[in-house]
């Protein structure tokens, strides 16, 4: 790595790819924000807004931002490429890096899901692709408001496969930290058991605060938890613990009262009250979702061992359906989600 002065190419300048790469701007690293349309005007005309839970609110000015549409001025002089697109766009991106990319660039995924470090890999042979994961939510200010924002709005932070020497000490900056890990692989599906949650915020259009301070809905994750445990201890699949609980207990905490589990997971509640999932931004949009990626992980998983998944099953059968409506997220009720007593 070429330390401080490696030029950093933003692989999809969405929420993660503005708060990530916002953040490192700030601290004045080369980066190029690779984007579209709306969001390649937006840091063009009236620059960055990068702000979190902490307290920082800081600007990256229009004119110290390089923003471009054009994957071959974005990706050309990049040492290290963070793919921030959605699961979807994998496949897309990783033709795009191949065919301007250098094959010396460092290509990190910091995408949900378990598949798409792994997909990046078999389409860029012979190049370093390593894993990675954002632990915190970040919300994107609504189109229109400018300058464009990305605030974290949860903590947490990124976890990165080691062994690229000087990679951390170049992408762990001031509002961003940034740990290398061994096993990441077991990172992944921790981090995809705490993304099974992300379908029930889309599905009830509730702030993440406010839907996991309720038990009922807890319930119903604490099911999907369980689902995917059973499907990931067949496949001899050990989840990393990413957070103060070990995944095993998550199920039995979840279903807590919600005054108990208001206190066993104080920083799992340390929110903003805007804070939603990125499910739901693109339910939201009417874009199609990563419910392929997360729940359908665990359908995949579990089919291997014939392992039943009835719930994350209609979960993903409900989000499907919010797909093709494209009227954004259907405000349902515990039961509607469950198939519980007052669904019919
Ligand atoms: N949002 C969050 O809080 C979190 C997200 N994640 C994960 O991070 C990943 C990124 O999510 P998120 O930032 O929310 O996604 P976004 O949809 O906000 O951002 C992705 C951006 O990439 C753009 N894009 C897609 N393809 C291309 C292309 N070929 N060239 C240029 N730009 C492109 C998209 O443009 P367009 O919209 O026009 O398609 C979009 O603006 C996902 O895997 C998600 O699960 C993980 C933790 C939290
Ligand atoms: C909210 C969070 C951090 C965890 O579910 C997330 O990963 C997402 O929004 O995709």
Same mark, same amino acid.
């Given at each position: ?12 300048? &969405? ?6 790469? &916002?953040? /490192? ?61 959605? @699961? ?15 094959? =010396?660039?460092?290509?990190?995924? %910091? ?58 000490? /170049? ?44 038990? @009922? ?6 099911? =999907? ?10 496949? &001899? ?7 103060? %609980? ?13 005054? /108990?589990?208001?206190? /066993? ?24 979702? =990563? ?54």
């Amino acid at each position: 790595m070429g330390g401080a002065t490696s030029t950093i190419a933003i692989a999809g300048a &969405g929420s993660i790819g503005c708060h990530v790469g &916002g953040c /490192l701007a700030l601290a004045g690293r080369k980066v190029v924000f690779l984007g579209r349309g709306r969001v390649v005007e937006a840091l063009r005309e009236s620059g960055l807004r990068v702000s979190d839970l902490d307290g920082r609110d800081r600007r990256v000015e229009a004119q110290a931002i390089s923003a471009t549409d054009d994957p071959a001025t974005a990706l050309r002089d990049a040492d290290v490429i963070l793919v921030t697109v959605k @699961s979807g766009a994998t496949g897309e991106m990783a033709g795009l890096i191949a065919a301007h990319g250098r094959p =010396e660039a460092v290509v990190v995924s %910091l995408q949900n899901g378990v598949d798409n470090a792994d997909r990046l890999r078999a389409a860029l042979p012979g190049r370093r692709v390593l894993t990675g994961m954002v632990m915190f939510n970040v919300v994107q200010s609504p189109d229109g408001e400018t300058p464009l924002r990305a605030h974290r709005a949860s903590q947490g932070e990124v976890m990165i496969d080691d062994g690229v020497d000087g990679l951390v000490g /170049l992408l762990d900056v001031d509002g961003l930290a940034v740990e290398a890990r061994a096993d990441m692989k077991a990172v992944q599906w921790s981090k995809l058991l705490m993304n099974l949650n992300n379908a029930l915020v889309a599905l009830s259009d509730l702030p993440l605060a406010r839907q996991l301070a309720d038990r @009922s809905w807890r319930a119903i994750l604490a099911a =999907e938890i369980d689902e995917a445990l059973a499907a990931m201890r067949a496949a &001899g699949i050990a989840p990393a613990r990413i957070t103060g %609980l070990p995944p095993s207990l998550l199920p039995k905490v979840l279903r807590l009262p919600d005054w /108990l589990f208001g206190i /066993l997971a104080r920083r799992m509640l340390a929110i903003d009250p805007q804070a939603r999932s990125s499910m739901w931004d693109d339910v939201k949009r009417g874009r199609p979702t =990563e419910i392929d990626e997360l729940q359908g992980a665990v359908i995949r998983l579990a089919k291997q061992a014939g392992i039943p998944t009835p719930l994350n099953e209609r979960v993903t059968a409900l989000v499907r359906q919010a797909e093709a409506a494209k009227r954004g997220p259907p405000g349902l009720t515990p039961d509607e989600v469950s198939g519980g007593p007052r669904s019919a």
